[in-house]
């Protein structure tokens, strides 16, 4: 069963995406910040990680470089409400393996991650 670790500062959607995810199978975790995120990373496995980039403090991109820095293996999602070409593209620059508009659709999601999870890092 793949780990996924939610990173959002909305924690309602957070536990919504959790509990959606559990339900269809995965084993899944939330943090409600950057620093939050890179402290669970530190300590736990995932597979999968879905970032919001904009969030107080330390923003996703704050995380993408921390990832790339410290060379950890894993996928990530961008999953952001401030979709546009430039932050898609930095966000693949900087190691995001795909990238979802907020609000999302749930089935839109799902064969995201699928088809995430099957790519070779």
């Known amino acids: 069963m793949e780990t ?6 909305d924690l309602n959607l957070c536990m919504l995406l959790a509990e959606e995810l559990s339900a269809i199978g995965y084993n ?10 890179l402290e669970f990373i530190a300590r736990e496995h995932i597979d999968l ?5 904009k969030m107080p403090g330390k923003d996703g ?3 993408l470089r921390e990832l790339k820095i410290k060379n950890v293996l894993f996928k990530v999602i961008v999953l952001t409400a401030y979709a546009d070409v430039v932050s898609a593209m ?3 620059r900087m190691g995001a393996t795909d990238f979802i508009s907020k609000p999302y659709d749930f089935d839109e999601l799902i064969i995201t991650i699928r088809k995430v999870l099957q790519k070779d890092l």
């Open 28 to 37: 899944t975790s939330y943090v409600t910040s950057a620093d939050a995120a």
């Open 49 to 53: 990680m879905l970032l919001d980039l």
């Open 90 to 92: 930095e966000a693949a």
């Open 4 to 9: 996924i670790l939610i990173v959002d500062d």
């Open 61 to 63: 991109f704050d995380v």
